[in-house]
């Protein structure tokens, strides 16, 4: 989502996982279609909306996991272990109501973890350098709820993003 770009390129000016992994350690490391964002539950969605950057994915065996690059605006393959980058968490809420319970948690949420709610969903930024698993399992914030590492899915409501831009420049002033 554009949302999901914009609060990682505003926040963090960093490198930041993204949850896009190799979808199987048989699958063509440098085929970007042999990429997608996995949940917690087990269940992936293969489309991304972050473009790879230039000579990306990279043929090295270990780089299974993705990062995506502000600087450049381009994602590249990472190894998972002895790297830490900034991560971004994403909290879905199943049920709508009109102010919903993850509404609710993410407002209450510290504001050094950049908590936003839009369309249902709870995306906090955390400014700290983690490895992509103590990352990927780090997405605990709320009580009650399984984050996950964000991912970008659809380039609908740019509004919303712009509006993100629009705030996140106020905030970092």
Known sequence: MAAVKQVM???TG???????????SSASINDSNSWGYY???GT??????????SGQPTTSP?????LY???INGTFNAPETNNAYYY???????????????EQKCVALPGSLFAWFVNDVCYTVHRENKSYSDAKLSCNDLSGYNGHLAHVSTMGELWI???MRSVSCILIR
């Open 9 to 11: 390129t505003n926040y």
């Open 14 to 24: 960093h490198s930041v996982w993204t949850g896009l992994e190799l979808i199987n």
């Open 39 to 41: 949940y917690r539950n």
């Open 44 to 53: 992936f969605f293969s489309q991304t909306y972050l473009p790879w950057a």
């Open 62 to 66: 270990d780089r299974k996991r993705a």
């Open 69 to 71: 690059s502000p600087s």
């Open 88 to 102: 971004t968490c994403e909290y879905e809420e199943a049920l709508k109501h009109p102010v919903t319970d993850l």
């Open 161 to 163: 993003a712009d509006g």
